[in-house]
């Protein structure tokens, strides 16, 4: 059988984003969410493997859909863990290299989370805003995820990311997602995305 994909823990307690993130979300995003596309990833790649022993048929094409969806899923909820810290560690700026790239990218870091924000918060649905860094110009670059199916770059490793599912934040701000988003600034672990962004 193929290797499997693993939750990971969080690296805080369910209640430690409070009062900005509730650990009841929290709970039911990491146990439930992200566990189901752990398992989605994990099925797909089985039924493929299962599909090359003649043992099953498939239709490949839905079953590659599936894979990129979970793991695509998996993949984001991976970093969007440890891109949140509990109030007390997390909010604030950014400093650092991070700090010189929002400045040299994005004119400042208020101008920075201004637009961020706006793509957090006019994602269509389902979705996510990220920060990448692109390694073809050596730049920060924002983009929108629609629900979390996407082909993933691999020159644009992701630094920073939000997930404006309902999921996230309907049961703390019912149907505010910008008073979501305004909030989560709160919780931003800035030496994890300033650790991504040595590494990218
Ligand atoms: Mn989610």
């Not at 290299?97 to 994602?123: H, M």
């Not at 672990?189 to 590494?199: A, E, F």
Request: proline residues 4%; without cysteine; glycine residues 8%.
């Amino acid at each position: 059988m193929p290797k499997h994909y693993e939750l990971p823990q969080l690296p805080y307690k369910y209640n430690e984003l409070e009062p900005h993130i509730s650990e009841k979300i929290m709970q039911l995003h990491h146990d439930k969410h992200h566990a189901a596309y752990v398992n989605g990833a994990n099925s797909a790649l089985d039924k493929l493997a299962k599909a090359r022993a003649g043992e099953i048929q498939v239709d490949t094409r839905g079953v590659l859909r599936d894979y990129s969806f979970n793991v695509n899923g998996h993949v984001l909820h991976s970093i969007f863990w440890p891109n949140m810290a509990s109030p007390g560690k997390g909010g604030g700026k950014p400093g650092g290299k991070l700090a010189d790239a929002i400045d040299r990218d994005f004119g400042g870091f208020d101008k920075f989370k201004a637009q961020f924000s706006d793509a957090a918060k006019t994602v269509e649905g389902s979705g996510w805003a990220l920060l990448l860094h692109d390694g073809e110009t050596d730049q920060l670059v924002l983009t929108q995820i629609e629900k979390q199916n996407f082909m993933h770059l691999a020159q644009m490793p992701i630094l920073l990311g939000i997930d404006v599912w309902e999921h996230a934040f309907y049961l703390d701000y019912l149907n505010d997602k910008g008073k979501y988003v305004d909030n989560w600034w709160n919780v931003v672990n800035w030496s994890d995305v300033d650790s991504r962004l040595s590494k990218a």
